[in-house]
């Protein structure tokens, strides 16, 4: 099994830059797809960004693009989530999630079955 812990999560003001960071442990990352979700209270889980295995293909929602870069360091176990322009609508807990099945370009629900860390919370005030 695939152990994943967020972190880097806060209060910001819009504007402002956070840089969350998703640590792994228990299974050699880079077999795996990885992403970001995020959840806002009374929304549904949105999938926000994923990198493939090597991290060189990457994914984004519109939403997002040009704001978000995603990355991962497998020699380290890590992926990130840098994230600029941040607005209050990115206000949301943000999950990072392994894709287990091994596929190489994993679709949202493809995440169901995989590892999923226990999330932390990205509050954007205005």
């Known amino acids: 099994q695939v152990q994943l812990v967020e972190s880097g999560g806060g209060l910001v003001q819009a504007g402002d830059s956070l840089r969350l960071s998703c640590a792994a442990a228990?299974?050699?990352?880079?077999?795996?797809?990885m992403g970001w979700f995020r959840q806002a209270p009374g929304k549904e889980r949105e999938f926000v960004a994923q990198?493939?295995?090597?991290?060189?293909?990457?994914y984004y929602i519109d939403s997002v693009k040009g704001r978000f870069t995603i990355s991962r360091d497998n020699a380290k176990h890590a992926m990130y989530l840098q994230m600029n322009s941040l607005k209050p609508e990115d206000t949301a807990v943000y999950y990072c999630a392994a894709d287990l099945t091994g596929q190489p370009w994993p679709g949202a629900s493809d995440y169901e079955l995989g590892a999923w860390g226990q999330g932390t919370q990205v509050t954007v005030s205005s």
């Open positions: 990198n493939s295995r090597s991290g060189r293909i990457t």
């Open positions: 228990g299974r050699t990352v880079s077999n795996y797809a």
